[in-house]
């Protein structure tokens, strides 16, 4: 990639470069990219595209350390229920679904906004369900330094559903525990309580 001035610059030739392929795209699969409907498609999409990977150019490291406050709370913090929209790097296709995370303070808790923010920092790339988890995993773990961390992520692959083997109900489940949740009783109480419905 050529070297930009600035994020600005950076933005501007992307786009025209990812939006020429697209409309490239648009033309081999037998469309007329100059039809009414289609002429400002490369654009769109060069933007959409770029949006749903915008998290190779943040830095969830620097989230996290930016809302990270001295506290002696020392029990289990869990956010579940979090929206997940990512796309899978072998078809490009979305992939998306929920996650539920946990961490146990050790001296710091975080602003929990930041945690669904770093979700999408990951999720905003091309990526694998496996890694997405461990990534966010690995994020926490090293950042915060808690006495334990925990992430769970349900998705549906629309690679799966709208093309390939076509199943439309499966779920995949991916998981990561490390520190306090290796232990089976802690680990235990957590996957409790994003299973109960408590409203
Ligand atoms: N482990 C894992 N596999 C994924 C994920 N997203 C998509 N895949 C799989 O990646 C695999 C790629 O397999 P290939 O055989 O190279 O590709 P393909 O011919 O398009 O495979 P089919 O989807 O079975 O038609 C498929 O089995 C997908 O279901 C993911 O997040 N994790
Ligand atoms: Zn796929």
Known sequence: ?????????????????????????????????????????????????????????QDAEEILKSAMFKEDYDDMVIIKDIEVYSLCEHHMLPFFGKAHIAYIPN????????????????ARRLQVQERLTHDILECINDTLKPQGVAVV???SHMCMMMRGVQKQNSVTTTSGFRGQFEKIETRNEFLKLISSDLS
């Open 153 to 155: 992520i349900e998705a």
């Open 107 to 122: 001296g710091h808790i975080v602003g929990l906004s930041k945690i669904p923010r770093i979700v999408d920092v990951f």
């Open 1 to 57: 990639m050529a070297p930009y001035q600035n994020l600005e610059e950076y933005n501007i030739n992307v786009t025209n470069e990812v939006k020429d392929r697209f409309s490239k795209i648009i033309d081999e699969i037998g469309e007329d990219v100059n039809r009414e409907g289609l002429q400002k498609t490369p654009e769109r999409a060069a933007k959409a595209m770029l949006f749903l990977t915008q998290g190779y150019r």
